[in-house]
């Protein structure tokens, strides 16, 4: 196991203790292990490990040493496996209750006799949970919102995770020896926030044996349909797949079809019929004539397309690409051939945004900057929270001076190919000042100013609130516009309007935090706030060095916002941007 494994290990110990009522002094032994654990280079803790010297850590005593290391050789540990099957699985799924933590269900547990999130449901329904002492009123309704969010939001998936399912699914069809194209299609291949299910399409000859592949896959929990062209599967965690596999000539036209978005194919009908054309899942053929679409396309006296640009072409249109297919004026611009070049993954140079041990971060602040040359990058902005993100460890002013100091002797000694700017992210108070003095943020490259905190503002007093920070000169660039966490926390009351107004006039950039359950500043957003002037920067918010990867979801999501490379500050090499960064002070 690597240590962010064995840390999460040590979370999860901690919390079923807790859930257990176990005594409070063992349970905050694990926690701070954890973190202890955190801080380690990850090369330094197999060599403490090999040596037996992990108990010479301040913070790691003899049990917790004993457990890290099983954890960290076998990737095992017999007391986890227990102390999982000594909790009801009901607890567990409370854990997923947004406000509900160990305690708050142990006291639930014991005083309503509670195991299940339907009787917890149901004793909010009829008062028992606000009666209770430390709930109340608010605490009842909160919990029982959450509760029918978790069913509403369990339906969709984040694309991140989506994607980790459909990927190895994808490479496997290709593989197989029958299989001639292979796609996934849907709202996974346009990009989208969230995905509902995953369509792989594919081209073959031999049918059965793809099918057979497809339904046998180790993640497959249920077969849930099976065609002799088709099938649906659900797999662990929930996420259903449909697979449809068409003849090759079909593909391009399948490909399309369930591409979508349904919008964008019903426009493109829409235009197909205009020119005597019928367009389908099966071809596109002349209008006229008898019988159904599929027999119409059965004739063969349509297009033979090898790729979408074609099909697009036959209609008078420039290629577009996936994520842009929303109906939202895309094939308008194909026609008047004013389809943006939209920015790609490696375009990008850098990233601001970046967390390290410091604060919440799961990596220290040299695996980060390791991290970032190994990708590539020029530059890398680190913005730890500030002091008021308490609950994240944020840095005081001293703390802050000495990782600023340690910045610029990692800069001076060249030891990483990527060059680290010196960030915070700093909290926007409640009344619209920032956590720091402009003295304290005077001495940083770069700002990040976040709400992190009183999420129950009216959207005047929020906006307000965003905009006086948005308004002092020393705040670079505007955190996650919303505070949503996808699938999880709604968004806080604001006018993104009224914010985006105040960065152009500002010269603030607004970020696309790019973290896969993030994804705000909204993509619907950026197409019309660009064309006004708005930059972007697609920060990865990453808390670990796997973290920075997540640009790619960023990446999908400022192209269904039309965004080009003039438009991302961090597509900018590494000179330009010093210079940006320092005529702005
Ligand atoms: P999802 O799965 O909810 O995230 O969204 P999609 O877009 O993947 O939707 P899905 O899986 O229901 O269908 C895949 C594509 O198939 C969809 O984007 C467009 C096409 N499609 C499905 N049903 C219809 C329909 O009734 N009319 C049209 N024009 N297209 C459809
Ligand atoms: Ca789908
Ligand atoms: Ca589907
Ligand atoms: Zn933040």
């Known amino acids: 196991m690597t240590k962010h494994e064995i840390a999460d290990t040590l979370h999860e110990i901690a919390t079923l203790l807790e859930l257990k009522g176990e005594n409070p002094f063992k349970v905050r032994a694990y ?11 990850e090369d330094q803790l197999a060599t403490l490990i090999a040596a037996q010297q992990l108990e010479s850590i301040k913070g790691i005593g003899e049990a917790l040493a004993q457990k890290i290391g099983e954890l960290h050789t076998t990737g095992k540990l017999e007391f986890l496996e227990k102390l999982r099957a000594s909790v009801e699985p009901g607890l567990l799924e409370m854990l997923e209750v947004p406000g509900l933590g160990p305690k708050k269900i142990k006291v639930l547990h014991d005083k309503l006799g509670l195991k299940t999130l339907a009787e917890l449901a149901a004793a909010c329904g009829d008062g028992r949970v606000a009666a209770l002492d430390g709930f109340g009123e608010k605490s009842q309704q909160k919990i029982t919102e959450g509760i029918r969010n978790r069913e509403a939001y369990g339906k969709r998936h984040l694309w991140w995770d989506a994607n980790a399912v459909a990927a190895p699914i994808a490479a496997g069809l290709r593989a197989l020896p029958q299989v001639a194209r292979v796609e996934s299609a849907g709202s996974l291949r346009r990009g989208l926030e969230t995905v509902g299910d995953l369509d792989f399409l594919v081209a073959a000859t031999d049918i059965a044996p793809v099918v057979d592949w497809f339904c046998s896959q180790p993640g497959v929990k249920e077969v849930t349909a099976r065609g002799e062209t ?4 659900r797999f662990e965690g929930g996420l259903q797949a449909d697979l449809r596999i068409v003849p090759a000539e079909q593909f391009v036209f399948a490909l399309h079809h369930f591409t979508g978005s349904k919008d964008h194919n019903v426009q493109m009908r829409q235009r197909a019929l205009a020119r005597g054309l019928s367009m389908s899942e099966w071809g596109l053929v002349p209008a006229a004539g008898e019988g159904t679409a599929k027999e119409k396309a059965e004739r063969r006296e349509g297009l033979k397309a090898e790729s979408e640009a074609e ?5 008078g249109l420039k290629y577009i690409p996936p994520e842009l297919r929303e109906g939202l004026g895309e094939i308008e611009a194909a026609e008047a051939g004013e389809l943006p070049r939209l920015v790609e993954e490696c375009d990008l140079r850098g990233a601001f945004h970046n967390h390290t041990t410091a604060s919440d971060g799961r990596s220290t602040l040299a695996e980060m900057a390791a991290a970032a040359a190994a990708l590539g990058w020029d530059y890398l902005g680190i913005a730890d929270h500030s002091k008021s993100s308490y609950q994240a460890r944020g840095l005081d002013e001293a703390r802050l001076a000495s990782q600023v100091t340690e910045i610029h ?3 001076a000694a060249k030891k990483f190919t990527t060059h680290l700017f010196t960030g915070t992210e700093c909290d926007i108070l409640p009344d619209g000042r920032l956590d720091f003095d402009d003295g ?7 700002v990040v100013a976040s709400v992190h905190n009183v999420f129950t503002q009216d959207e005047a007093t929020m906006t307000a609130r965003i905009i006086r920070a948005l308004e002092n000169p020393h705040v670079t660039m505007l955190g996650h516009l919303t505070g949503r966490l996808l699938l999880k926390r709604e968004a806080y009351r604001v006018n993104a309007g009224k914010v985006i107004d105040a960065a152009i006039a500002n010269h603030v950039v607004i970020e696309l935090n790019a973290s896969p359950q993030r994804l705000d500043m909204d993509w619907r957003h950026w197409r019309r706030a660009a064309e006004r002037g708005l930059l972007c920067a697609i920060n990865p918010d990453a808390h670990d060095t796997a973290g920075l990867e997540y640009v ?18 961090n597509t900018r090499p590494l000179a330009e941007v010093t210079e940006w960064l320092k005529q702005r002070k």
């Open 31 to 41: 926690q701070s292990g954890a973190r202890t654990l955190e801080a380690i280079e």
């Open 230 to 233: 088709k099938a649906s599967v």
């Open 311 to 315: 099909l697009f072409k036959a209609l």
């Open 409 to 411: 002797a990692l800069n």
């Open 440 to 446: 304290v943020l005077a001495t940083l490259d770069y």
């Open 552 to 569: 790619r979801t960023g990446v999908n999501a400022a192209r269904k916002g039309w965004l080009t490379r003039e438009s991302v500050l």
